[in-house]
Antibody
């Protein structure tokens, strides 16, 4: 069974750094891109970027380029989303999702709520 | 960037009704690479339809997708209580994936 399990909720202050994780299981982690998607409170879905775990190639939505860093550690089948300096506007639920085929997002993690206070 | 516009914003129907949700793209979606996702409160999105009309594994056949080019439709033939949720369309025909703003399907 394919599963993406994300790290738990975080409460941070503006200016702090943060790295959240997404661990894949039930499939060959290295051969599927992993995406990160943001959902701000009460809002829709925004694609942030993707990482290919086998070689850590990344691609970013220009809207998020330079704001976050996406990475992966294939030895532990885990992808990451990292902020150097959080802002209150980073408060959101962040989902990871696996890209399949053409590619579409076929499996999703349960989401990580990040709350940033100013 | 391809902008996806969903309509209506909110759809109020009853169990047993037929639901028709629309997704219009600002330009043609390559290869009709369009998906539909369902999101219930407090849950992650779930893939329903991909490649415009292919149902994901385990999705009931009351869900169907159609369309081409820049106009796409999700149809739910007979609504059940568990279908009341928010639905998003998403295109992956370009490397800049985008989502529609969502349609809320309410009882």
């Amino acid at each position: 069974e394919v599963q993406l399990v994300q790290s738990g909720a975080e409460v941070k202050k503006s200016g702090e750094s943060l790295k959240i994780s997404c661990k894949g299981s039930g499939y060959r982690f290295t051969t599927y891109w992993i995406a990160w998607v943001r959902q701000m409170p009460g809002k829709g879905l925004e694609w942030m970027g993707i990482v290919y775990p086998d070689d850590s190639e990344t691609r970013y939505n220009p809207s998020f380029q330079g704001q976050v860093t996406i990475s992966a550690d294939k030895s532990i089948a885990t992808a990451y989303l990292h902020w150097d300096s959080l802002k209150a506007s980073d408060t959101a639920i962040y989902y990871c999702a696996r890209l399949n085929g053409d590619p579409f997002f076929d499996f999703w993690g349960q989401g990580t709520l990040v709350t940033v206070s100013s | 960037e391809i902008v996806l516009t969903q309509s209506p914003g909110t759809l109020s129907l009853s169990p047993g009704d037929r639901a028709t949700l629309s997704c219009r793209a600002s330009q043609s979606v390559n290869n009709d690479y369009l998906a539909w996702l369902q999101q219930k409160p407090g849950q992650a999105p779930r893939l329903l339809i991909y490649d415009t009309s292919r149902r994901a594994t385990g999705v009931p056949d009351r869900f169907s997708g159609s369309g081409s080019g820049a106009d796409f439709t999700l149809t739910i033939s007979r609504l059940e209580h568990e279908d009341f949720a928010v639905y998003y369309c998403q295109q992956y025909g370009t490397s800049l994936y985008t989502f529609g703003q969502g349609t809320r399907l309410e009882i």
